[in-house]
């Protein structure tokens, strides 16, 4: 049993690792504009002043690494995550307090939804509104409903993503100090990066359920790996609450499956590793259950509630079909061939499904066809994903090049940011250098626990960071994508980063030592 997990572990590993390269080479190399409004994928090369600023990123990095750093060593985990905390509620709040936003497309339909629901109107169900297309958005829709009961402005919204920003950063920060067995240097690593990835900051303006998802999925792996660490005092505790937590992130957003499922094959991994059937069995039970129970449950709620039946919505076979065309925004972006093929179809579930399978039988047998062509359509759709450094965290909320749109931005500062100016190329550039020092030190460590004599338990365990980014990767290589649905792939990698961060220091000491 131990030998066939360790193989599934290993083979995982190489995996992992060779896409983690793919990405490292990506965001390295290229770099992604996307314009403001139009949402059209321009692919660049970086400037050489990314390539400084990566190196003296590298170097401050490691000389506060190196023997713990006179500046890391003299402060406490705690005081440098409250001081980074404040730091990162100020900018928040600036941006919040000076900038006037209407939701637009789906968030919008959410809350519209959610706060008509609230009013006893359930028109939004119905086959031909957006749920009827979307019905997959049910939970999200019911969790800003639970908001709504507090308050109705969009800024309440934007303050509670926010503390929920802040509440991630703390859960990186616990996660690592986990699984690295309260290693100070490492924890004030993953403290330090967590607030640096600045997508995270602007996407607080985003009202659509990705930081409160991820806020859910973060707990989900806090207490899950808690559990399979054995350093709760209740283990069963711990994976009732990461199970439940993990239901609430499939719930507010459903792409967070991925990351329930990296969670669910880490932990059977670990079990049966340990040959802890009943328990593996359990968590396999689990898993099932997350991934249909609560689903089913809201939308009996709702038919009960609304006397209209929940539609089965636009079939998730189109999207797949979506990510194999070309669209006016970039290769396998959104270009609406979903919705119009179910509204072409009168809204018929099975027709507008078989559709999506001709179409994908067409697409790859284009493919098949032209190898060369298979190979730029794949690649370009996988850089504009990857390698745009704000993952359009700041274009996704107030664009204020747009016409039409009453988004009002105050500040000169705001102002260039959000319109594409000098400051938000700088914040983009900023953003890059870190991208490419957490995937390069994640890839780093993973390469040295790859090549540890560690058999059972911890190694399956920290595959979990890697498992989960990889599911992104071949999700969206597959699937409709665009860049800001990616950030938190990359986040998840902080602990691993941070680990890798020390491991070189260690290295470098070690070197000077001899010398």
């Not at 059972?456 to 699937?479: D, R, S």
């Amino acid at each position: 049993m131990e030998k066939a997990v360790r193989l599934v572990t290993n083979l995982i590993y190489v995996l992992g690792l060779i896409l983690l390269a793919i990405l490292l080479f990506t965001i390295t190399i290229f770099r992604v504009n996307i314009n403001f409004g139009q949402e059209l994928v321009n692919i660049n090369y970086n400037h050489l002043s990314f390539y400084i600023l990566l190196i003296l990123g590298a170097l401050v990095l490691l000389v506060l690494g190196i023997k713990g750093g006179k500046l890391v060593g003299s402060i406490s985990e705690s005081r440098l995550f409250t001081v980074l905390a404040v730091a990162f509620t100020l900018a928040g709040m600036y941006i919040i307090f000076n900038t006037t936003m209407t939701l637009r497309n789906d968030a919008n339909y959410c809350f519209s939804a959610a706060k008509d629901f609230n009013l006893g109107d359930y028109r939004s169900l119905l086959f031909d509104h957006y749920l009827g297309y979307d019905s997959h958005q049910l939970g999200l829709v019911t969790f800003e409903r639970i908001l709504c009961l507090f308050s109705e402005n969009i800024m309440f919204f934007q303050l509670f993503n926010l503390a929920l920003g802040i509440l991630n950063n703390y859960l990186t920060y616990r996660i690592a100090d986990l699984v690295f067995n309260g290693n100070v240097l490492i924890n004030k690593f993953a403290i330090l990066l967590s607030v640096l990835f600045l997508p995270q900051l602007f996407f607080i303006m985003y009202i659509y359920g990705n930081i409160p998802g991820f806020t859910c999925l973060m707990t989900a792996y806090f207490f899950g790996l808690r559990a399979l660490l054995g350093r709760g005092r209740l283990p069963w505790a711990d994976l009732l609450l990461s199970v439940m937590f993990s239901a609430f992130a499939i719930l507010i957003r459903s792409n967070y499956m991925i990351g329930v499922l990296a969670l669910a094959i880490v932990a059977l991994l670990d079990l049966i590793g340990k040959r802890r059937i009943v328990a593996a069995a359990a968590v396999f039970l689990a898993a099932v259950l997350i991934f249909t129970v609560p689903t089913r449950a809201l939308q009996a709620y709702y038919e009960a509630k609304s006397g209209i039946e929940v539609s089965r919505g636009t079939p998730m076979i189109l999207y797949v079909a979506m990510g194999l065309q070309e669209g006016p925004m970039g290769n396998g972006w959104y270009n609406a061939f979903n919705n119009n093929t179910y509204e072409d179809s009168g809204y018929d579930y099975e027709a507008a499904a078989q559709i999506g399978r001709e179409e994908i039988g067409r697409r790859l047998s284009v493919f098949k066809a032209d190898p060369g062509y298979a190979a730029d359509f794949f690649s370009d759709k996988f850089i504009s994903t990857w390698a745009d450094p704000t993952f359009q965290s700041v274009n996704s909320a107030p664009a204020i090049t747009l016409e039409n749109w009453d988004d009002k931005v105050r500040g000169e500062l705001l102002n260039n940011i959000y319109s594409g100016g000098r400051a938000y190329s700088i914040i983009a550039t900023l953003s890059n250098v870190v991208n490419v020092i957490i995937v390069a030190a994640a890839f780093l460590f993973y390469v040295l626990i790859f090549k540890s004599k560690e058999k059972t338990g911890l190694k399956e365990v920290l595959l979990l960071f890697m498992l989960y980014t990889v599911g992104g990767m071949l999700f969206h290589l597959a699937w409709e994508t665009k860049a800001r649905y990616v950030q938190t792939y990359i986040y998840i990698l902080i602990p691993a980063a941070a680990a890798g961060i020390h491991r070189l220091c260690e290295v470098i000491a070690g070197m000077r030592k001899k010398i």
